[in-house]
């Protein structure tokens, strides 16, 4: 067998559509063209979940960390059920919040330099709902996070 390149196909990722996604990465950087704070979201497509494209990516979801666009991190937030008030003081806290969290995306497609991208458009509560990882553990004014009670040091290399 020879590689014949003119008969690869490229990867057309996700497809437009509406999927149940866990965020399986996440991470924080500055915008090249803004300067501003981004956090960017990739997501899996459940693959529990009977629907096309299971276990397929959408990557590289920014959320620009200003206020003109906490909208989008309040809509992402209440589709992974995050609670209302709860306070993000950092990109970081974000990202850490959402991460392994699951929800409902709608992904369209959008084109650059003639390779097409999936986008996400919208967000909502995911239609098969599984149990949603606990929500990190917030700072005290000394800056310690505290260990939560529920958690056991049994094991431990230290013990």
Known sequence: MKVNYQNA??????????????VCAWDVQTSKTSGNTCVILDYEVRRDVDQPYAGGRVRY??????DSCGWRFSQAAMAAGVPDGYD?????????????RNLRITVD????????????????ASRNPMQQPPLPAAPDA?????????????GLPFN
Do not use: C, W
Not at 10 to 22: I, K, L, N, S, W
Not at 61 to 66: A, G, M, R
Not at 88 to 100: A, C, I, K
């Open 61 to 66: 979801d920014n959320f620009t960390f200003i």
């Open 142 to 154: 000394n800056g310690f996070t505290a260990i939560p009670d529920d958690v056991s040091d049994e």
């Open 88 to 100: 993000l003081q950092t990109p970081e806290d974000f990202g850490r919040v959402m991460h392994y």
């Open 9 to 22: 196909e490229q990867p057309t990722g996700v497809a437009p559509g509406e999927y149940d996604v866990t």
């Open 109 to 124: 497609q959008t084109e650059r330099n003639g390779r097409k991208y999936a986008t996400v458009k919208s967000f909502a």
